[in-house]
């Protein structure tokens, strides 16, 4: 349940930063539409580079630097999903369990 509701709350995050460059591209004039523009914003947030929508000369540098935050964000989602998961997991591990209490015996004596 928690590794759910952290991943829904960093995909929202990146939907949201999606957004706010679509509403950039719409702001400059590259798109007539909020859709287009976020089909086109999410591509080159993923990295994925379609191409099929090219942004003018004037602005096309902001699809590369886009990418490149798209990149970093999803590179930190991974971190912070490892963060999340790591103490989770070890709680279940039979095997750090047991050598837990190992140590807390050795403790007692």
Do not use: C
Not at 5 to 18: A, E, R, Y
Not at 19 to 41: K, P, Q, R
Not at 93 to 103: A, E, F, I, T, Y
């Amino acid at each position: 349940y928690v590794i759910s509701m952290v991943l829904l709350v960093l995909f929202i995050g990146h939907l949201f930063q999606v957004g706010i460059w679509a509403m950039l591209f719409l702001h400059l004039g590259e798109f007539n539409d909020f859709h287009t523009a976020f089909y086109h914003s999410m591509v080159n947030f993923a990295s994925l580079g379609y191409g099929d929508i090219v942004m003018s000369e004037e602005w096309r540098m902001l699809g590369a630097l886009e990418s490149s935050i798209g990149v970093l964000m999803f590179g930190l989602t991974a971190g912070i999903m490892i963060a999340v998961m790591t103490p989770l997991f070890s709680r279940h591990n039979p095997r750090k369990v047991q050598v837990h209490r190992r140590h807390e015996t050795r403790d007692d004596s």
